[in-house]
């Protein structure tokens, strides 16, 4: 089975897409990318679960934010709309962000967390990273979204969040995923109203199991961010997977989707959905 439709809100729509059966699982991409970044997980865990996956406000096919929004709110209403009481969420950078965020706001929602290089609000970026994000925009704005986006691929600044060209196929498919004008910059990043809580000061709160992942070669303010989470959320487990950066799901998909496999047959395994799903190592911590 496989859905693609918009959800449709008072202020806007969200484009979403399903594949598969049983137990959900929702899929957050994160800063320049739209739903297709999660390609291969999708063609994994199709077979096993039922993958959700949506754009963010802002991002791919869905609308482009004119007044303030919450991530936090969209994804609510997502759940709403497809009749979903409990889900594990899976996170991509600021898309990791955003589901502390909302398992934060509605714990009772949420079943696990899978954190692949996330942010969390309350963490302050690098300077350097500021200010390359503002030049983004300055490009945007003055020099158009191709010679923007390209700039951004060439700069060497951002080198860690692409794959290297060891990996022509990963890296083709992360770069025909920036390259889409529709996942560069398109709104004011104010619009996105955080949390009133500072989430980062709240992860002891988080009383669910959360698989944290991160790259070694990734920025070390990601790697910085990814140990802290580590440290603080009570029932977190952690790991380095080598050689990439900042998409280990797209670099090194394979190590990834088992690392998931083998961390949600536990929170599954009194669901028809373990029936489903074969058991695998057990190695999450490097």
């Given at each position: 089975?496989?859905?693609?439709?918009?959800?449709?809100?008072?202020?806007s729509r969200l484009f979403y897409r399903i594949d598969g059966f049983r137990e959900p699982l929702i899929f957050i991409h994160g800063n320049f990318n739209d739903h297709r970044i999660w390609d291969r997980q999708a063609d994994h865990f199709r077979k096993h679960v039922q993958v959700i996956r949506y754009?963010?406000?802002?991002?791919?096919?869905?609308?482009?934010?004119?007044?303030?929004?919450?991530?936090?709110?969209?994804?609510?209403?997502?759940?709403?709309?497809?009749?979903?009481?409990?889900?594990?969420?899976?996170?991509?950078?600021?898309?990791?962000?955003?589901?502390?965020?909302?398992?934060?706001?509605?714990?009772?929602?949420?079943?696990?967390?899978?954190?692949?290089?996330?942010?969390?609000?309350?963490?302050?970026?690098?300077?350097?990273?500021?200010?390359?994000?503002?030049?983004?925009?300055?490009?945007?704005?003055?020099?158009?979204?191709?010679?923007?986006?390209?700039?951004?691929?060439?700069?060497?600044?951002?080198?860690?969040?692409?794959?290297?060209?060891?990996?022509?196929?990963?890296?083709?498919?992360?770069?025909?995923?920036?390259?889409?004008?529709?996942?560069?910059?398109?709104?004011?990043?104010?619009?996105?109203?955080?949390?009133?809580?500072?989430?980062?000061?709240?992860?002891?709160?988080?009383?669910?199991?959360?698989?944290?992942?991160?790259?070694?070669?990734?920025?070390?303010?990601?790697?910085?961010?990814?140990?802290?989470?580590?440290?603080?959320?009570?029932?977190?487990?952690?790991?380095?997977?080598?050689?990439?950066?900042?998409?280990?799901?797209?670099?090194?998909?394979?190590?990834?989707?088992?690392?998931?496999?083998?961390?949600?047959?536990?929170?599954?395994?009194?669901?028809?959905?373990?029936?489903?799903?074969?058991?695998?190592?057990?190695?999450?911590?490097?």
């Amino acid at each position: 089975m496989s859905i693609q439709k918009h959800l449709h809100l008072p202020d806007s729509r969200l484009f979403y897409r399903i594949d598969g059966f049983r137990e959900p699982l929702i899929f957050i991409h994160g800063n320049f990318n739209d739903h297709r970044i999660w390609d291969r997980q999708a063609d994994h865990f199709r077979k096993h679960v039922q993958v959700i996956r949506y754009d963010l406000r802002g991002y791919g096919q869905s609308d482009t934010p004119t007044a303030a929004f919450s991530h936090v709110d969209d994804l609510k209403h997502l759940m709403e709309h497809l009749n979903l009481d409990k889900v594990i969420l899976v996170g991509s950078s600021m898309g990791g962000g955003i589901a502390i965020d909302f398992a934060l706001a509605y714990p009772e929602r949420v079943r696990g967390l899978v954190l692949a290089a996330p942010s969390v609000t309350g963490q302050r970026y690098p300077l350097n990273m500021l200010w390359k994000g503002f030049i983004n925009f300055y490009q945007l704005r003055f020099r158009g979204s191709r010679s923007a986006i390209e700039a951004f691929i060439h700069d060497p600044y951002w080198s860690y969040f692409f794959p290297s060209t060891q990996n022509m196929e990963a890296r083709e498919q992360v770069l025909q995923n920036i390259r889409n004008p529709n996942n560069f910059c398109r709104f004011p990043p104010h619009l996105a109203i955080p949390p009133r809580n500072n989430s980062m000061k709240r992860l002891d709160e988080l009383r669910i199991p959360a698989l944290i992942i991160a790259s070694d070669r990734d920025h070390p303010s990601n790697l910085k961010t990814a140990d802290e989470l580590a440290r603080r959320i009570p029932q977190a487990t952690s790991m380095i997977i080598k050689d990439c950066g900042h998409l280990p799901f797209v670099e090194r998909a394979e190590e990834f989707n088992q690392a998931v496999l083998s961390f949600i047959i536990p929170i599954l395994s009194n669901t028809s959905a373990s029936d489903a799903i074969p058991a695998g190592p057990k190695r999450l911590v490097h």
